[in-house]
C-alpha cells in the first residue's frame, strides 16, 4: 500500500502523541476558583450608657480600685422607710456592683465611682411619691430598686408657743443622781446644760443637793444659787419630799497637799457643792456655788515643787472662788470628794526629753465605735476602719518607748463615757480619740469634706492644735479647722484629749482609701506625730 506525505504527518503525530502520554506524569486536576468570603457580620452597636462626671480627684489619695460585677443596687442610706429630717435636698449613696455602670436616681444622672459605690445630692421626692427610683445600667444588663423614704409633715402655718416651763413653788430640793456604772469611780458626773443653749457644760458629783424650780418635758431647772439655774435631766434628780430642808453649805479655809505629780487644793466642806472650772491664760478659777466660807481673801502659796504657784481665795456671796495660778498652761485636773473635803487636784506635766518627747509616757488610744458610727458606700463601719488605724498608732509609739492602752482591741463595743475613764484610769499623759465623719441631711456631702479636730476643754487646745497639723499634712484633705465641741469622749479634765475625724467615711474616694493599709498608717502617723509636737513643747517648762 502506498503511503503518502499526507498519511505519513498523520500518523507521526498520532504516533508521537501517544509517546508523550506515555512518558509525561499523570495529569493533575485544575483546582476549582477560590469562592469569593461573604461580608462579614455588622459588630453590634456599641451600648451607650449615659454617666455622670465624676468629682476631680485627690491625687494624693490611694486609687479607687476598678470593680466589674454583676448589677446588685444597695443603697446604705438612707434606710427604707426612714424619715428625711431635711425640707428640699439630701444624699443618698450606696454602691452597684459596678464601676462601669450607669446610674440615675429619680430620672438624676449620679456618679458612680470605679468600685461601683455612688454619692447623690438631689430634691427630695415628692410628698405625693415618697421614694427614690434607682436605675443603674451598663448596655447590656440592669437593675431597678424602688426605695421609700419618709418626709418631714410641712410646717406649721404659725410658729407653735414654747414649751412653758411648769414652775415648783416653793423650789425643791432633790439630789443628783450619777450613772450605776460608775459608782466607786471618780468620773462619776452628772451633766447640766445652759438654760440658754450653747455648749457650756456643768459636770456634778452625784449626792450634790440642788433645789429644783421646775420642770419641762425631760429637763428639771435647777438654781444652783440665786446667781446660776442649768438644766439637768429629770432621771439624774431625785426629788426630796417638800417638807425637806437642806443644810446651808460652809467652806473652811482650804490647805495645799503637795505630791510628785500633782497639788491639791484641799477644802473642807459640809456638804458637795456644785461647782464650775473655768480657764483662764495661767490660770484656773473654781467656783463653789451656793457656797459661803470666810470673809477675808486668804493667798496660800504652793513650794517650788508644784506646778501651782497661788491660791487665791474669795468670799463672792452665794459663791466662793479661788484663783489658781499655774507655773504654765493648765495641762489637768481633777475635782474629787474625799470625806466631807472638796479636792482639787492640779496635775504636773511630766518631764519631757525634747530629743524622744514621748519616751516614757502613757497614751491613751481610743479607736472610735462601737457601738453606732457611720458606714461608708460600700458598707464599711466606722468601728471597722479606725481599729486598723489604732493598731497602727501603738505600734508606732512602743517604737518610741510609748505605754499605750487601748480602749478597745475588738469589735466588741465599749461604753462611751467609759472611754475617757479608761485613760484616767491608767493615767494616761493625753488620749486621743479616732474617728471618721458624716454629715447630717440636709448638708451637701460633696462640699463638707476635709479633716477636722475636736477638744473641749481649753487646756487640751495644744494638743488639738498639734494633731491637726499633721493631720492635714499626712491625709491630703481640705482643712476643716480646731472647732470646740462637747463630745463625751474629750470631757475629760486629767489629761488632753481630743476627737480626730481625720476623713468623710460617706464619700466613696475616702472610704476606698480608709481601706487601704497605705492609708490607714498615715492616719496613724499623723497622730504620733502630732503627739510628738505637742509633748516636745512641754519639754521647756
Known amino acids: 500500500m502506498m503511503i503518502t506525505k499526507i498519511h505519513f504527518r498523520l500518523i507521526f503525530a498520532v504516533a508521537t502523541g501517544f509517546l508523550a502520554a506515555a512518558c509525561a506524569s499523570p495529569r493533575v486536576a485544575a483546582a476549582p476558583p477560590e469562592p469569593v468570603p461573604a461580608p462579614a457580620p455588622a459588630p453590634p452597636p456599641v451600648p451607650v450608657v449615659h454617666r455622670a462626671p465624676l468629682p476631680a480627684p485627690n491625687p494624693a489619695l490611694p486609687n479607687v480600685p476598678d470593680v466589674d460585677g454583676p448589677l446588685a443596687i444597695n443603697v446604705i442610706y438612707p434606710s427604707p422607710n426612714q424619715t428625711i429630717s431635711s425640707r428640699d435636698s439630701n444624699f443618698v449613696f450606696g454602691s452597684v456592683g459596678s464601676g462601669r455602670a450607669g446610674l440615675t436616681i429619680n430620672g438624676m444622672l449620679t456618679p458612680v465611682w470605679p468600685n461601683g459605690s455612688f454619692m447623690a445630692w438631689l430634691p427630695n421626692p415628692p410628698a405625693s411619691s415618697p421614694r427614690y427610683v434607682i436605675v443603674a445600667t451598663t448596655g447590656v444588663d440592669s437593675a431597678r430598686l424602688v ?15 414654747p414649751d412653758t416651763i411648769t414652775r415648783i413653788s416653793p423650789a425643791r430640793w432633790a439630789e443628783l443622781i450619777g450613772p450605776a456604772a460608775y459608782a466607786s469611780d471618780t468620773d ?22 440642788v433645789q429644783v424650780t421646775g420642770t419641762r418635758g425631760s429637763d428639771a431647772f435647777v438654781a444652783l444659787d440665786s446667781a446660776q439655774t442649768i438644766r439637768i435631766a429629770q432621771a439624774d434628780v ?25 497639788t491639791d487644793v484641799v477644802i473642807p466642806v459640809n456638804g458637795r457643792p456644785a461647782y464650775l472650772v473655768e480657764h483662764a491664760p495661767g490660770s484656773l478659777i473654781l467656783t463653789l456655788y451656793g457656797t459661803a466660807g470666810p470673809r477675808t481673801r486668804a493667798t496660800l502659796h504652793a513650794p517650788a515643787s508644784s506646778y501651782l504657784q497661788v491660791v487665791s481665795t474669795e468670799n463672792a456671796a452665794p459663791q466662793m472662788k479661788y484663783t489658781l495660778t499655774l507655773r504654765g498652761p493648765a495641762y489637768g485636773y481633777q475635782p474629787l470628794w474625799e470625806d466631807g473635803r472638796f479636792i482639787f487636784r492640779v496635775r504636773k506635766p511630766p518631764a519631757i526629753d525634747s530629743v524622744s518627747p514621748l519616751r516614757g509616757l502613757t497614751i491613751a488610744i481610743d479607736p472610735g465605735h462601737p457601738p453606732i458610727g457611720a458606714t461608708g458606700p460600700t458598707g464599711l463601719k466606722e468601728a471597722e476602719a479606725t481599729l486598723p488605724v489604732g493598731f497602727k498608732a501603738q505600734e508606732l509609739l512602743q517604737a518610741k518607748g510609748v505605754n499605750v492602752v487601748m480602749t478597745r482591741t475588738s469589735n466588741d463595743p465599749v461604753d462611751l463615757n467609759l472611754r475617757p475613764t479608761i485613760g484616767r484610769r491608767a493615767n494616761a499623759h493625753a488620749f486621743v480619740s479616732i474617728h471618721l465623719n458624716a454629715v447630717p ?29 499633721a493631720s492635714v499634712q499626712h491625709l491630703s484633705l481640705p482643712d476643716n479647722g480646731v472647732k470646740r465641741e462637747n463630745f463625751a469622749v474629750v470631757r475629760g479634765t486629767w489629761m488632753p484629749s481630743v476627737l480626730m475625724e481625720g476623713a468623710f467615711i460617706i464619700m466613696p474616694d475616702q472610704e476606698a482609701a480608709m481601706r487601704t493599709p497605705e492609708y490607714q498608717q498615715r492616719y496613724a502617723q499623723a497622730i504620733v506625730d502630732g503627739l510628738e509636737a505637742y509633748f516636745r513643747t512641754l519639754a521647756s517648762r
Request: glycine share 6%; proline share 11%; charged share 20%.
Open 238 to 262: 431625785k426629788m426630796f419630799d417638800s417638807s425637806a430642808v437642806r443644810i446651808p453649805i460652809r467652806a473652811r479655809a482650804a490647805t495645799l497637799r503637795n505630791s510628785a505629780e500633782w
Open 188 to 209: 462619776r458626773v452628772v451633766t447640766g446644760y445652759a438654760t440658754t443653749g450653747g455648749i457650756q457644760r456643768w459636770f456634778l458629783l452625784p449626792q450634790t443637793k
Open 441 to 469: 441631711d440636709g448638708v451637701n456631702p460633696f462640699r463638707a469634706q476635709g479633716t477636722a479636730t475636736y477638744h473641749y476643754h481649753s487646756h487640751s487646745g495644744a494638743l488639738a492644735e498639734t494633731i491637726h497639723r
Open 147 to 161: 426605695h421609700p423614704v419618709k418626709l418631714l409633715p410641712p410646717p406649721p402655718d404659725s410658729v407653735p408657743p
